[in-house]
């Protein structure tokens, strides 16, 4: 297949997505090795190589000397055709031997509109689509990451998810197969035996059953399954692994730069972000630890940047003290400081004189919503006086251009709200030419970015409709018509997309058959607007008799059963009801280090989180 490939890779644009061999890639003597793990990301090369998570497991696969792990990537069209056409099927980038041979293919869902992606890749490998088609005991294809939060959509093609964190659970599982193949299990043997594991979900397991009206009546376990699945979680996250090395890339990808992890979970409980209730509890890694990820990170890669990732960077105890330790050997090696997700309420000019220290890079900043009403409505916890205060602190530190997220389509939102984001972008820009001591001869740059509002599972909006297409985009007509201003630059996502996130998000099983009918109408990379096709997914639900707005624009009671009511994040539905309710009287919740809201989440660490 090699020389096939060779010939391949001179015909396709990028050739540098599939060729391997890249600074710190991991290839093994197959002699000694017992267990083949292929992690698939499911979608291009470049998104791919981003991603933390894939970097971690990588590595820990890697490390055990009898396991071999290769990353796998979807195909742009050029490639896929091309492959296709010369009966060449998905492959691992270090031994470019086909996936469909390996023990374990693994999949990292993080986005809805990979799960087309998904599928196509599984087709390619030569790999049966469906888990009740597959009957040998590998490959073993397995998926894990955010979305698996509700995994029925994907709940016929998946042969078990792994919900929350993966360093323990996936080395279990793969320890689980060395057994399985030695005593010679069946595949139904291996996956009653996986279902045992915390964090492991079978859905083949589960029979669902619906009432008339088309929700669900209940969720049976059948085979010793257990009637709740609770996700994983490590403990000590200053003691979990992460590697000192990452592979790096040939060709520029999304985000080209050394990242270290501060802490997982939030504080915050914005009532959308599903990362902020699905990642709690909260734990910090040691700011020592951290600097030393970062030096040997920087050192192995050679990498001029890097990023301190986290859900809310600057709520980050011991920032101060890190980017003082890291500054020790970050300004003398030229290495740029990165800080992507900063809180508009902490960003003092002490920190910006930090981060400035090599060079500056554009400030982000996220209000979500232009006025206080819908701020407290999704529990911001931002005033107007902070998002200037903060603006007023970067303009006096020499910055000139500033981006302000916000989402469209929040629960209760009005007109006015609408509005008030131009309104308070316009009143960064006024701050901006009132100041004295401004920069000379400059003039001022405010982009808004607007995000249609999804609702997703395991947060306070799980029960809220999405608004409607032809309401978004009214909506998005009328902000780009109430903004006068040349030195405000509005941009906004595309509704449809949103659509079907929403639906995918909050779907259940029968959405299965409209994924692979979407799939088979083309559908494969769909977070990508050139490939999307909008009328194939309508046709896809048509074929099946399905209504989307069923599940994406429908107003959900609390006591309805959710799609994914049967599996725990740590987050009780409880509180999530006591939340929306807040919400709907526009009531805001302390952040967790001022006061315990009773989450559910400290049980998972049997003891309070601050």
């Not at 297949?1 to 890779?9: P, V």
């Not at 083949?36 to 990588?58: N, Q, T, W």
């Not at 989402?407 to 972008?425: F, K, N, Q, S």
Request: glycine letters at 6%.
């Amino acid at each position: 297949m090699n020389s096939q490939l060779e010939k391949i890779f001179m015909k396709v644009q990028k050739p540098g997505r599939y060729t391997g061999g890249e600074l710190n890639s991991i290839v093994k003597d197959l002699s000694k090795v017992d267990f083949r793990f292929a992690f698939c990301f499911p979608d291009l090369y470049e998104v791919g190589m981003s991603h933390l998570g894939m970097k971690i497991l990588y590595s820990l696969y890697n490390r055990e000397e009898n396991m071999w792990c290769e990353r796998v990537f979807a195909p742009d069209t050029d490639m896929e055709a091309m492959m296709r056409e010369e009966g060449i099927p998905l492959f691992g980038l270090e031994s470019r031997d086909p996936i469909r041979d390996f023990d374990m293919v693994g999949f990292t869902l993080q986005y809805e509109m990979s799960y087309t992606a998904v599928l196509n890749m599984l087709d390619l490998a030569g790999i049966p689509l469906r888990t009740a088609q597959r009957t040998s005991l590998a490959p073993m294809v397995i998926a894990g990451g955010p979305c698996t939060c509700n995994p029925e959509p994907l709940a016929d093609f998946i042969d078990l998810f792994v919900l929350g964190e993966g360093e323990e659970v996936n080395l279990e599982l793969a320890h689980l197969f060395l057994q399985a193949k030695k005593e010679g299990w069946s595949r139904e043997e291996y996956l009653r035996r996986a279902c045992t594991i915390e964090g492991v979900y079978v859905p083949s397991l589960y029979e669902v059953s619906y009432k008339a009206d088309g929700t669900i009546r209940a969720v049976t376990p059948r085979d010793g399954a257990p009637a709740i699945v609770h996700k994983r979680m490590i403990k000590d996250i200053d003691r979990v692994f992460f590697p000192d090395n990452f592979v790096v890339p040939f060709l520029e990808t999304v985000h080209d730069r050394a990242v270290i992890e501060l802490f997982r979970g939030c504080i915050r409980g914005c009532r959308f972000c599903q990362a902020g209730f699905i990642y709690r509890p909260f734990r910090e890694k040691d700011y020592k630890t951290l600097n030393q990820n970062g030096y040997d990170l920087c050192a192995s890669t050679g990498y001029d940047e890097i990023s301190l990732s986290s859900l809310s960077t600057s709520d980050y105890s011991r920032l101060e003290s890190l980017l003082g330790e890291m500054l020790s050997w970050t300004e003398q090696d030229k290495v740029n400081l990165s800080l992507p997700s900063l809180r508009i309420d902490n960003f003092s000019p002490s920190l910006m004189e930090k981060i400035t220290k090599v060079r500056k890079s554009g400030l982000t900043f996220a209000p979500e919503a232009g006025t206080q009403r819908m701020r407290d409505v999704i529990n911001k916890n931002v005033t107007e006086e902070e998002v200037l205060a903060t603006c007023r602190t970067a303009f006096k530190g020499g910055y000139t251009a500033v981006k302000l997220y916000f989402m469209m389509g929040l629960p209760t939102e009005t007109r006015e709200d609408i509005e008030g984001v131009v309104d308070l972008a316009q009143k960064v820009v006024d701050l901006f030419y009132s100041l004295p001591d401004k920069p000379k001869g400059k003039g001022v740059n405010v982009t808004v970015s607007l995000a249609c509002f999804v609702p997703k599972p395991f947060t306070p909006f799980e029960f809220e409709p999405q608004d409607t297409e032809e309401m978004l985009r009214e909506k998005q007509r009328h902000m780009v018509g109430y903004n006068r201003s040349k030195k405000i630059r509005i941009h906004y996502h595309e509704s449809q997309t949103s659509f079907l996130e929403a639906v995918l998000a909050r779907g259940d099983r029968r959405l299965c058959a409209v994924l692979e009918d979407a799939w088979k109408n083309g559908c494969k990379l769909d977070g990508w607007t050139e490939h999307f096709n909008y009328d194939a997914w309508m046709a896809a639900f048509e074929k099946n008799g399905i209504d989307g707005t069923f599940y994406a624009n429908r107003t959900r009671s609390y006591d309805e059963i959710m799609p994914w009511d049967h599996l725990d994040y740590g987050v009780t539905k409880q509180f999530l009801i006591r939340e929306n309710q807040k919400a709907h009287e526009a009531m805001p919740t302390p952040n967790c280090r001022e006061k315990c809201s009773g989450c559910g989440a400290s049980c998972l660490i049997g003891r309070s989180c601050f």
